[in-house]
């Protein structure tokens, strides 16, 4: 099958990933993460984001985001989110069929959240007529494909702690997110003051797999195994899901996939941003790319590639890029959307 540039969902399973799945297809294993690959795997994690970390594994990230958020609220407090995330956009209500908490959508001009943005949130409503603010949830990188930089999550960081409050962070792509930046998911987490990361797995060469990383662990430690036992994301065999995140930590996988995924997404930017018909729509920062084409052009380029559209009423594209897009593959859809859009 041709290559998709819709998701990096649709990507294949990275053959380091998968060979670390059979070999941990040897024997019996106590169940539940009492086992040496989650032992590893949590060590892993630590190595990279410090001992006093946390780490919970989960199945997806839906799942991931839910049992994380829920540790943070009580029933009559709220989310603060960026009204494009995926908890308010593409979750389909979950984390308020979980909590019984809200999410409140906060309007943003570009999908990143900023002080402005959050501050008058915070002055009305203190009796029990609203729900009450106590957490902060950003994606990293965005749902738009932007990164937030260092300096400004730290600012976002700083303030909601000044306001006791918490700050999440939706990391399904945060790999490439540091890729992007030239740095590490610690340096863009835990080092600005984020107190709950959900590290993804799925999108970065897995094949399923999400970790919830506390780095104030006395927010887990009492409620986090009950919210992943109840919120179903406690794998009886999870020493499958623990060796693939092995593998990923192990020699700077995640790097190298992320850092691959970017690059295919440059190549796609720098082939199709001149062609004719074709308005770049917003900033390139890591594997997404959103622009603007002719209907007719889109409905011809999607006979040959699956992709989504993003924005019916432009319309606006988005064409994703993974761990195992190649150069051939870019060059031909390039060439798909050449022809496409030259035949309007």
């Not at 303030?159 to 590490?184: K, M, P, Q």
């Not at 999108?203 to 104030?216: D, T």
């Not at 919210?227 to 593998?247: C, D, P, T, V, Y």
Request: with cysteine; net charge negative; proline share 5%.
């Amino acid at each position: 099958m041709t290559r998709s540039f819709a998701s990096d969902n649709n990507a294949p399973v990275a053959p380091e990933i998968m060979a670390a799945i059979a070999a941990a297809n040897e024997g019996d294993a106590v169940g539940y993460g009492h086992d040496a690959w989650t032992e590893r795997a949590i060590a892993k994690f630590r190595e990279h984001f410090g001992e006093d970390t946390a780490v919970y594994f989960t199945f997806n990230g839906t799942g991931a985001n839910v049992t994380a958020l829920s540790c943070l609220v009580k029933p009559w407090e709220a989310v603060l989110a960026p009204a494009t995330a995926h908890l308010q956009t593409d979750e389909c209500g979950a984390f308020e069929r979980f909590t019984g908490s809200k999410v409140i959508p906060v309007a943003t001009r570009d999908g990143k959240l900023r002080i402005a943005d959050v501050e008058p949130y915070l002055h009305g409503g203190h009796d029990e007529h609203f729900p009450q603010p106590r957490v902060v949830t950003i994606s990293q990188s965005t749902e738009y494909g932007d990164v937030y930089h260092p300096d400004e999550l730290r600012a976002l960081c700083d303030f909601a702690h000044e306001r006791g409050l918490y700050v999440h962070v939706d990391g399904a792509r945060i790999s490439n997110a540091a890729a992007a930046l030239g740095t590490t998911p610690r340096a863009i987490t835990k080092d600005l003051g984020v107190d709950v990361l959900t590290f993804g797995g799925t999108k970065n060469g897995l094949m399923l797999g999400e970790a919830v990383c506390f780095f104030n662990p006395e927010l887990a430690r009492v409620p986090m195994p009950f919210a992943r036992k109840q919120g179903m994301q406690l794998a009886s065999k999870m020493r499958f899901i623990a060796a693939q995140f092995e593998a990923l930590l192990t020699g700077a996988r995640w790097l190298k996939y992320a850092s691959h995924a970017n690059a295919m997404a440059q190549r796609l930017l720098a082939g199709v941003k001149e062609l004719p018909g074709i308005t770049i729509t917003r900033p390139v920062r890591a594997n997404a790319i959103f622009a603007k084409m002719e209907r007719g052009a889109i409905e011809r380029a999607q006979r040959r590639f699956f992709f989504y559209i993003f924005d019916e009423s432009l319309p606006e594209v988005r064409w994703m890029t993974h761990w195992a897009t190649t150069e051939r593959e870019i060059d031909a859809f390039v060439e798909a959307i050449w022809e496409a859009s030259s035949a309007s």
